[in-house]
């Protein structure tokens, strides 16, 4: 059986890409989630349907590859990269604001989703 930390599943590249560093994520982490997940679902589904023998196990890792290159920075960058990386960041550290009020970082979260999100 092959050692488990010497090849890297799909579910652990794409959470290794999302979480890999500060401030890479191109989307807010709900939609990152949300494509991560439709790809999974989508790409063993698809795995499913086809006979055993005939499966394209390469489907899988293109998928994921696709799903990665799209939420994070490291593809094309879109226009106002490091401001949207910035409202990446600050909205992921939201939590450990202790200055804000309930509906403060309630407000200031869905500000920064709709500029992470901005296309």
Same mark, same amino acid.
């Not at 191109?26 to 086809?50: F, K, P, Y």
């Not at 879109?78 to 960041?89: K, Q």
């Given at each position: 059986?092959?050692?488990?930390t010497?090849?890297?599943?799909p ?6 890409a999302?979480?890999?560093?500060v401030?890479?994520?191109?989307v ?8 991560v997940s439709?790809?999974?679902n989508g790409?063993v589904?698809?795995?499913l ?5 005939q ?6 890792d293109a998928?994921?590859e ?5 939420? =994070? ?7 106002? =990269? ?5 409202? =990446?960041t600050l909205r992921?550290?939201?939590d ?11 407000l200031l979260s869905?500000l920064l989703a709709r500029?992470?999100d901005?296309?």
């Amino acid at each position: 059986m092959p050692d488990a930390t010497s090849h890297s599943s799909p579910k652990s590249s794409a959470c290794d890409a999302v979480s890999g560093g500060v401030g890479r994520l191109r989307v807010s982490e709900e939609r990152a989630l949300g494509l991560v997940s439709s790809m999974c679902n989508g790409a063993v589904l698809t795995l499913l349907r086809q006979p055993e023998g005939q499966r394209d196990l390469g489907l899988s890792d293109a998928a994921r590859e696709t799903v990665v290159a799209a939420i =994070t920075s490291e593809a094309a960058p879109p226009a106002n =990269t490091e401001v949207r990386s910035a409202a =990446t960041t600050l909205r992921a550290s939201l939590d450990r604001l202790s200055v804000l009020t309930p509906g403060e970082s309630a407000l200031l979260s869905e500000l920064l989703a709709r500029i992470t999100d901005a296309g």
